[in-house]
Each structure stands twice: as structure tokens, then as C-alpha cells.
């Protein structure tokens, strides 16, 4: 026997469930309700998910603030041709995200609070801080703002986490922290001379 789509199916579907299957879709609807109230929770007590500033931004239009933040702080650039740029504590920091490339190399303050804004030129890409768990998407038409104290010194990578093209593998970008001694002030980097 062979059934089209306009035969009723067979089965007890449309019957009252059995008292087992009502008590397992009770416990995963509550657990579905503590999930969902789980996401503000781990924004307003956890530190996680945070909301940061959203707007929307043509990519030339992001290229340009780049442009702008390398010529304010750039300090030079890499073997690579990356520019470094050194900003000041508070200041607006400008990431820009492309096939397959993170541009610039970003040179930060230890116990500093930055505005970092990610957006991407051409299609999805995902930040990833190495080896730290920080994950964020990179989305063209998007000036996606974060404020962010880096909490540790250290040279650290840019891993992109969302897969982009042939050169995925490649596209890894360059955060140095610069420790601070107790009264805040930043200490020269000794190891600063392969960049
Ligand atoms: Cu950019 Cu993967």
C-alpha cells in the first residue's frame, strides 16, 4: 500500500498524548524557559553576551574611519606591511576585517578601556581571541562596538572563527598588550623588535 499527500496519515497522533510524553514535553519546555532566561542573565550577572553599539556603516565608509585611526595612532607598520597603531586609553579603535586579512595590528594598554569596533569589508568573519574564549561575528554593513579592558599582558592572535573562503586559514590577525606597572602607566615592551 502507498500513500500520496492528500491521504490522512496513518497513526494516533490527534489522540490525547500518553501521561509519559506529557510529563518529558513539561520538563523540556521549562528547560527551554531557563535557557532563554539563561542569555540576559549571563548579560546583566555574568559578563557574557555583552550587547555593545550597533550601527549600520557602508564598508568604504569603515575603510575611511580606519584610515583615520591608523593616521591618528599608527606608530609603523609590520614585515607584512600591516600598520601598527598604539591608541590611547579611551580611545575609539577601529578593527577592519577582510579576505583574508585584519587590519591593523593593534597595540593596547593593559588595564585601559577601549571602544574596539569590528565590521568587515566584504562577508562574515568571526573574532576570536587567542587562546582566550572571546567570540564575536564581524558583519559587513555593520559598525559592531565593544568596550573592552584587556586584562593581561601578552602577544596575542586574532583568530577568524567563521569560515570565509579559500584563505580562512590564513586570515590571522595581532593584539599586543603592553604591560602597565601600579600607577598605570604603560612600560616599554622589550620584545617589540620583530614586529
Ligand atoms: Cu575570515 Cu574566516
Not at 59 to 72: K, L, S, T
Not at 124 to 150: A, E, I, M, S
Not at 151 to 175: Q, S
Request: glycine fraction near 10%; charge should be negative; hydrophobic fraction near 45%.
Amino acid at each position: 500500500m502507498y500513500t500520496t499527500g492528500v491521504t490522512a496519515p496513518q497513526g494516533t497522533w490527534w489522540k490525547p498524548a500518553h501521561k509519559a510524553e506529557r510529563v518529558w514535553f513539561t520538563i523540556a519546555f521549562v528547560w527551554c524557559l531557563v535557557l532563554f532566561a539563561m542569555m540576559p542573565l549571563w548579560h546583566l550577572r555574568g559578563g557574557q553576551n555583552p550587547s555593545g553599539i550597533r550601527a549600520r556603516v557602508a564598508p568604504a565608509d569603515y575603510i575611511a574611519r580606519v584610515r583615520q585611526f591608523v593616521a591618528d595612532y599608527g606608530t609603523g607598520e609590520s614585515e607584512a606591511g600591516i600598520p601598527i597603531v598604539a591608541p590611547p586609553p579611551g580611545a575609539e579603535v577601529y578593527l577592519l576585517a577582510a579576505q583574508f586579512q585584519w587590519t591593523p595590528i593593534l597595540q593596547l594598554q593593559q588595564g585601559a578601556e577601549y571602544t574596539l569596533h569590528l565590521s568587515s569589508l566584504d562577508v562574515n568573519h568571526g573574532f576570536n581571541l587567542y587562546p582566550f574564549n572571546v567570540n564575536f561575528q564581524v558583519v559587513p554593513g555593520y559598525d559592531y562596538g565593544l568596550r573592552v579592558t584587556p586584562t593581561e599582558a601578552g602577544d596575542y592572535r586574532i583568530v577568524c572563527n567563521e569560515f570565509c573562503g579559500v584563505g580562512h586559514h590564513l586570515m590571522v590577525g595581532r593584539v599586543i598588550v603592553d604591560a602597565s606597572d601600579a600607577s598605570g602607566v604603560a612600560v616599554a615592551q622589550a620584545a617589540g623588535a620583530d614586529r
